[in-house]
């Protein structure tokens, strides 16, 4: 059986609109952490918009999470990394939970397809 058809099949066996726990979309920086085990204590988080600005390898480091209202509001501290470096020394509260557009993972460059032009 090939990974395709793997994959197909589960496809089969979810719902066509997946809970909130199961979904990668960016969301605010609480849905984020509460999708994951121990309210994302150890995930590395950054922000859409640093991506769109083209800023590579920035992320915050979750050390501790204080949620409220099934996820969607709540605290986070964490240590910053900003272009591989930590920047923080010690833990400390991490701004803009909600005004901004988080997701799991280290921000990196935009790939841009680049097209071959053949005469």
Same mark, same amino acid.
């Given at each position: ?7 197909? #099949? ?5 719902? @066509? ?7 990668? @979309?960016? #969301?605010? %920086? ?7 085990? /121990? ?6 988080? =950054?922000? *859409?918009? +640093? *991506? ?19 996820? /969607? =509001? ?5 240590? %910053?990394?900003?272009?591989?470096? !930590?920047?923080?020394?010690? !833990? !400390? ?7 901004? /557009? +988080?997701?799991?993972? $280290? ?6 397809? *680049?097209? $071959?032009? $053949?005469?």
């Amino acid at each position: 059986m090939s990974s395709a058809s793997v994959v197909t #099949a589960f496809q089969k066996l979810l719902p @066509k609109k997946l809970p909130s726990g199961l979904t990668t @979309k960016p #969301a605010n %920086l609480f849905q984020v952490l509460s999708r994951y085990p /121990t309210d994302g204590v150890g995930q590395r988080v =950054h922000q *859409t918009r +640093w *991506t769109a600005k083209r800023i590579v390898d920035c992320y915050w480091v979750i050390t501790r999470t204080s949620l409220k209202n099934d996820g /969607t =509001h709540g605290k986070a501290w964490g240590r %910053l990394v900003w272009r591989g470096k !930590e920047v923080s020394p010690r !833990e !400390e509260l991490i701004r803009g939970g909600l005004k901004y /557009t +988080w997701k799991n993972g $280290v921000s990196g460059a935009r790939t841009t397809s *680049t097209r $071959v032009v $053949v005469p």
